[in-house]
């Protein structure tokens, strides 16, 4: 099979790369053997701007030096875990496509979100954020060829957090909650602080995400959501909770013990339709789709007129580098394969 994008032939280039401390450009793209040192150099601790050909500056500066540039058909990547919107409309702004794996700025505040959306629209350019939702799975994609195809969403059911289904998972086989999240930490599974993952609020967001598609008006305040995170744990720092998670072992065991109890399995599940929206622990039955999930796998059932009594299902990894990676990459290649 030739690849849609040779067929097309759409060469990409990465002209740039960005974090807090600064920026580097390059207009030819920066070579594969930079790129590789870069990732190195971040992995280890390093800033861009201490790096070979780095330079110190803001991120809205950075953004409107790597703007200014005539370059063909450029799409900025937002790969944080931050509140970008004034950056990203910055960007819009110059009439320019956007690719989001950050949730923040489309599960902020409604205004703010549409805003981003209309002002992408108005420059006849688009955002795309497939990886917001179940990383790689073509979750967001499905939802726009039902939704083109004239059929009509009655109600999304989804088990959309990767890092807890892994959790929950671990917890059923016997494992302390604390070293199993030890080791979703080290396989690049969590939220830069996991508390985002646990308390509910990163479900939330894609939730959010997902309901705001199918025309949920609400804010983030507005959805129901069962944290994880006791109180005395929520205030504190990163790193203290990062200490102390071994005071969450106890509760959660006994809740996947009860759950297996009654012949069920406990799972973090979110309920989405256009009114309401809602994440939390649920014991679900065995003969549930959702009960024979492992590892980091995400499903996603779609209610629909035409999927009515047979739901729509997708199901596979939901977290992970690799395949956010793959989602990021699909969605640059879309937008440039595009007119
Ligand atoms: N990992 C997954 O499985 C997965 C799946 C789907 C979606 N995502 C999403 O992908 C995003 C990144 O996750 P991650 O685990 O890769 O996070 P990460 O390891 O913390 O990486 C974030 C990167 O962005 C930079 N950064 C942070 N704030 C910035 C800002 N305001 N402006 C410019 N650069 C900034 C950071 O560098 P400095 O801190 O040095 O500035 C760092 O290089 C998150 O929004 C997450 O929800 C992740």
């Given at each position: 099979?030739?690849p849609?994008a ?6 990409l280039?990465v ?5 807090r401390s600064?920026f ?7 070579s ?8 190195a ?5 390093r800033?861009i701007?201490g ?6 500056a ?6 409107a030096?790597?703007a200014?540039h005539?370059l063909?058909r ?15 409309r910055?960007w ?10 950050n949730k ?24 795309l ?13 499905t ?16 088990c ?10 671990e917890?059923?086989?016997g494992r ?6 030890q080791e979703?930490?080290k ?8 508390r ?15 309901g ?8 983030l ?10 109180e005395a744990?929520?205030g504190v ?13 106890r ?6 013990r ?5 012949g ?17 622990l649920?014991a679900?039955?065995?003969?549930s ?5 492992k590892?980091t796998d995400n ?9 009515r009594?047979?739901?729509l299902?997708?199901?596979g ?7 956010t990676?793959?989602g ?12």
């Open positions: 099979m030739i849609r040779k067929q097309a032939g759409i060469a280039r002209v740039a790369a960005v974090d600064g580097v450009f390059e207009q030819r793209g920066l594969r053997r930079r790129l590789e040192d870069f990732v150099g971040k992995e280890a601790g800033k701007a790096m070979p050909g780095g330079r110190a803001g991120v809205a500066e950075a953004i030096e790597i200014r005539a063909s450029p799409i900025l990547v937002d790969v944080t875990a931050e509140d970008t919107a004034a950056v990203l910055q819009l702004a110059s009439g320019h496509d956007l690719v989001l794996a923040k700025p489309l599960a902020g505040p409604l205004e703010q979100a549409r805003g981003l959306l209309d002002l992408a629209r108005s420059r006849g350019r688009r955002i954020h497939e990886t917001t939702v179940g990383a790689g799975l073509p979750i967001i994609d939802l726009y060829k039902l939704v083109e195809s004239n059929d009509r969403i009655l109600r999304i059911v989804g959309t957090s990767g890092t807890l289904g892994f959790l929950l998972g917890i059923q086989k302390p909650f604390s070293g199993a999240l979703a930490m396989l690049g599974y969590t939220e830069p602080d996991p985002e993952d646990l308390s509910g609020m990163d479900v939330a967001r894609k939730a959010l995400i997902l705001r598609l199918v025309g949920f008006e609400g804010e305040d507005r959805i129901e959501v069962e944290s994880l995170v006791p744990l929520r720092t990163r790193e203290e909770f990062l200490r102390r998670t071994g005071e969450m072992d509760a959660l065991e006994e809740r996947s009860e759950a297996q109890a009654g069920g399995f406990l799972r973090y599940v979110a309920s989405i339709t256009r009114r309401q929206v809602k994440v939390g649920q679900v039955p065995a003969s789709p959702f009960a024979s999930l590892g499903q996603v059932a779609f209610t629909t007129v035409r999927y009594r047979n739901p299902v997708i199901t990894p939901g977290a992970g580098p690799d395949v990676a793959a990021v990459l699909n969605d640059i290649l879309s937008l440039a394969g595009s007119a």
